[in-house]
């Protein structure tokens, strides 16, 4: 129920983080080399990436700032590297790039 106050009492912070997933879904795509996609599947790619990323960081043993423009930036770094590993795993599962195949 807390996750639930805080986005009530802070919608704005919904918002942040649907436009840092987008653009980090978009950067990680670009990043990975891939072709471009829909706004909601870089939304999806930035959200996953970030929830990936950071369990990535925290096994590593990072410690994340608390709050501000750092704590923003680590986060959205985090998010590109943690969707450049789902589009790496998801290369990998489906065999390479079907795009290249075709060419």
Known sequence: MDIIAS????PFNCVIWVVMGVLAGAFARRIMNR???PFINDLILGVIGSFVGG???TFVGYNRPE????AFCVNFVVAIV???ALIAVGSLINGGDRNKKMG
């Not at 709050?67 to 750092?70: C, D, I, M, N």
């Open 7 to 10: 986005i009530i009492a802070a």
């Open 35 to 37: 072709p471009d996609q």
């Open 67 to 70: 709050g501000g423009l750092a």
């Open 82 to 84: 943690g969707a450049c």
């Open 55 to 57: 369990i990535l960081v």
